[in-house]
Structure formats: C-alpha cells, structure tokens
C-alpha cells in the first residue's frame, strides 16, 4: 500500500468531514473515502479509535 498520508493527515480529513456534516460511518467512508479509510487503518487499530484521536 502506498503510504500518502500521514497520521495528522488522517486526523485533519476526519475533522473536516465532521464539520462539513459527513456521515463517519464506516461504511460509508470505506465507500466514499477509501483511501482515507485504508490511511486511518494503516496508523490506528480501527475506525472507531481514529473518529476518537480526531477530537
């Protein structure tokens, strides 16, 4: 997998998709934003943990 993003990377697109009012299902970024989903899962150990450290 190519690495393009880094862990704030991630944590910034996270936030930004939460102030837009995106849906942070998994289901739906895995569809609508996979790279950011295959990021996210490559630095935390689920979903889940990425939505909390973008608080």
Same mark, same amino acid.
């Given at each position: 997998? %190519?690495?393009? $993003?880094?862990? %704030? %990377? ?10 837009t009012g995106e849906?942070? /299902? =998994? =289901? =739906? ?7 950011? $989903? ?6 935390f150990p689920d ?5 909390? =450290?973008? /608080?």
């Amino acid at each position: 997998m %190519d690495i393009s $993003m880094t862990a %704030d %990377d991630v944590m910034v697109a996270i936030k930004q998709l939460r102030s837009t009012g995106e849906n942070l /299902n =998994k =289901k =739906k970024i895995k569809h609508s934003h996979p790279e950011l $989903m295959r990021h996210a899962l490559h630095y935390f150990p689920d979903w889940n943990t990425a939505l909390d =450290k973008a /608080n």
